[in-house]
């Protein structure tokens, strides 16, 4: 059972938003879909890179683990997103991990199609590239969050991340529609997993969020804001 | 330099599009010969086009605190300055600074997208080249820590040798354009460090040291040294 582009509702998809309708049949054609449990493993850091993903379901993390360091999350993905670009470029070994947050359908673009279609559709090429200089820039303005944020700034930041890719439960407008685990939280800010939980208290107490079990309740959107722009 | 006869064959633009273009951005850009030590662009500034460094040498700066300036990238002629503004919100999160007198072409972000758009070799490039500078930034963070001295400077070390290349292919004669207090900088160590370091280096005649010009002897065994870290996070399971 085959998805095909041409018929596909995914329209923020990159394939689908910026191929021609000739191209849509050939990427068909050439692609392979797969499904991930939760907690799944896609690439690894190391591997050889043979393709680009297509995330088509489910959510995504995406971690680097240098030698003995912390496993730090330096990307969150959904649906309709694009999954291991990081992999392109110097040596095509991915200096990344991508792991499954829950059961996620992923659809394998093989590289020399991916090419094609990118000398082929101008437009394709156009906004991968300027997706590839947003993303140079959150990296590296993640660094220098890192290198100079309080904890309470960075987990500020880190929640604003997962608003911004995750958005917020269609039916409940200021719950987080997905809220990834503490020790997840700790990663995507490069702190622990007690201070996590410090801050986090500290800013339910301060009634800027609100603690339901697992989920996070996002009250004062504009005070999260206002910490993330003091750098 | 006139982009229909432009004698910089190493330059993006001239590689990556086609002639009728190249006439089109020989129109449309403006030309600046900036001498030495001078800004081109600040941090903040807002991002109205691309810079095509024609000729000479520039660093790029990132601040990092108040007083600290950290030397992020080097650039040599024909390539592109100022691709870090590129976003949605189109300022310069650093700023570019000329080491010696310059060459600098400036083309708006309405004809470089014109560009882009119609030479798809052009887009591709850009494209390959942006994945390349997100990797190696990232790379550079997380190899960073780990890094000896030694292999820091080797790496920046090679890093110069690949944007600037030799003044003179047979000597080996690198072509530095960084004073040495920025090679440390660059490098990400203190000047005395460096110091330490090369000293080093020239005993184990990787380098040489010919009239206070460095001269590379052994360019195997410096990658040798900066790749250890490399490979060992790439082969890692």
């Given at each position: 059972?085959?998805?095909?582009?041409?018929?596909?509702?995914?329209?923020?998809?990159?394939?689908?938003?910026?191929?021609?309708?000739?191209?849509?049949?050939?990427?068909?054609f050439?692609?392979?879909?797969?499904?991930?449990?939760?907690?799944?493993?896609?690439?690894?850091?190391?591997?050889?890179?043979?393709?680009?993903?297509?995330?088509?379901?489910?959510?995504?993390?995406?971690?680097?683990?240098?030698?003995?360091?912390?496993?730090?999350?330096?990307?969150?993905?959904k649906?309709?997103?694009?999954?291991?670009?990081?992999?392109?470029?110097?040596?095509?070994?991915?200096?990344?991990?991508?792991?499954?947050?829950e059961?996620?359908?992923?659809?394998?673009?093989?590289?020399?199609?991916?090419?094609?279609?990118?000398?082929a559709?101008?437009?394709?090429?156009?906004?991968?590239?300027?997706?590839?200089?947003d993303?140079?820039?959150?990296?590296?303005?993640?660094m220098?969050?890192?290198?100079?944020?309080?904890?309470?700034?960075?987990?500020?930041?880190?929640?604003?991340?997962?608003?911004?890719?995750?958005?917020?439960?269609?039916?409940?407008?200021?719950?987080?529609?997905?809220?990834?685990?503490?020790?997840?939280?700790a990663?995507?800010?490069g702190?622990?997993?007690?201070?996590?939980?410090?801050?986090?208290?500290?800013?339910?107490?301060?009634?800027?969020?609100?603690?339901?079990?697992?989920?996070?309740?996002?009250?004062?959107?504009?005070?999260?804001?206002?910490?993330?722009?003091?750098? | 330099?006139?982009?229909?006869?432009?004698?910089n064959?190493?330059?993006?633009?001239?590689?990556?599009?086609?002639?009728?273009?190249?006439?089109?951005?020989?129109?449309?850009?403006?030309s600046?010969?900036?001498?030495?030590?001078?800004?081109?662009?600040?941090?903040?500034?807002?991002?109205?086009?691309?810079?095509?460094?024609?000729?000479?040498?520039?660093?790029?700066?990132?601040?990092?605190?108040?007083?600290?300036?950290?030397?992020?990238?080097?650039a040599?002629?024909?390539?592109?300055?100022?691709?870090r503004?590129?976003?949605?919100?189109?300022?310069?999160?650093?700023?570019?600074?000329?080491?010696?007198?310059?060459?600098?072409?400036f083309?708006?972000?309405?004809?470089?997208?014109?560009?882009?758009?119609?030479?798809k070799?052009?887009?591709?490039y850009?494209?390959?080249?942006?994945?390349?500078?997100?990797?190696?930034?990232?790379?550079?963070?997380?190899?960073?820590?780990?890094?000896?001295?030694?292999?820091?400077?080797?790496?920046?070390?090679?890093?110069?040798?690949?944007?600037?290349?030799?003044?003179?292919?047979k000597?080996?004669?690198?072509?530095?354009?960084?004073?040495?207090?920025?090679?440390?900088?660059?490098?990400?160590?203190?000047?005395?460090?460096?110091?330490?370091?090369?000293?080093?280096?020239?005993?184990?005649?990787?380098?040489?040291?010919?009239?206070?010009?460095?001269?590379?002897?052994?360019?195997?065994?410096?990658?040798?040294?900066s790749?250890?870290?490399?490979?060992?996070?790439?082969?890692?399971?």
């Amino acid at each position: 059972m085959k998805r095909k582009c041409e018929t596909c509702s995914h329209h923020n998809c990159f394939i689908n938003k910026y191929c021609s309708d000739e191209w849509k049949p050939l990427i068909t054609f050439h692609k392979t879909s797969t499904d991930y449990p939760a907690g799944a493993t896609i690439f690894s850091e190391g591997d050889p890179v043979k393709g680009i993903y297509q995330i088509y379901s489910g959510k995504i993390k995406v971690i680097t683990s240098s030698n003995g360091e912390k496993e730090r999350i330096v990307r969150l993905a959904k649906e309709e997103q694009i999954l291991g670009h990081r992999g392109l470029g110097g040596e095509m070994i991915y200096p990344v991990t991508a792991i499954t947050l829950e059961e996620s359908q992923l659809t394998f673009i093989p590289i020399d199609i991916f090419y094609n279609a990118l000398k082929a559709n101008p437009e394709l090429a156009f906004n991968m590239l300027m997706f590839y200089a947003d993303e140079l820039k959150a990296s590296e303005k993640r660094m220098k969050m890192l290198a100079s944020m309080t904890a309470k700034e960075k987990i500020a930041v880190s929640i604003m991340n997962i608003v911004n890719t995750f958005g917020f439960n269609p039916n409940d407008s200021n719950l987080l529609s997905f809220t990834p685990t503490r020790k997840d939280i700790a990663s995507i800010a490069g702190t622990t997993y007690e201070t996590v939980i410090r801050v986090l208290g500290d800013l339910e107490k301060n009634n800027i969020i609100a603690l339901e079990g697992k989920v996070i309740r996002v009250k004062d959107l504009e005070f999260l804001k206002t910490l993330c722009e003091r750098n | 330099m006139d982009c229909r006869n432009c004698p910089n064959t190493k330059c993006f633009i001239q590689k990556h599009c086609l002639s009728a273009w190249l006439e089109y951005t020989q129109h449309h850009k403006t030309s600046k010969q900036i001498s030495a030590a001078k800004t081109i662009f600040s941090e903040g500034d807002l991002v109205t086009g691309i810079h095509v460094l024609c000729s000479g040498k520039v660093k790029v700066l990132l601040k990092t605190s108040k007083e600290k300036e950290h030397i992020i990238r080097i650039a040599g002629q024909g390539q592109v300055l100022g691709h870090r503004g590129f976003s949605e919100k189109m300022v310069y999160p650093i700023s570019a600074e000329t080491l010696i007198e310059s060459e600098v072409a400036f083309i708006s972000n309405e004809d470089f997208f014109k560009l882009i758009r119609a030479n798809k070799d052009l887009s591709f490039y850009m494209m390959m080249f942006f994945a390349d500078e997100l990797l190696r930034s990232e790379q550079k963070l997380r190899v960073h820590a780990l890094k000896t001295s030694k292999e820091k400077v080797a790496s920046a070390l090679l890093m110069v040798v690949s944007t600037f290349g030799f003044k003179d292919e047979k000597t080996k004669h690198i072509d530095l354009g960084l004073s040495l207090r920025e090679l440390a900088n660059f490098a990400t160590i203190s000047y005395p460090t460096l110091l330490k370091v090369l000293d080093i280096l020239l005993e184990e005649e990787i380098i040489r040291n010919i009239d206070n010009e460095l001269c590379l002897l052994n360019e195997t065994a410096l990658i040798n040294i900066s790749t250890k870290e490399n490979l060992h996070l790439s082969h890692k399971k």
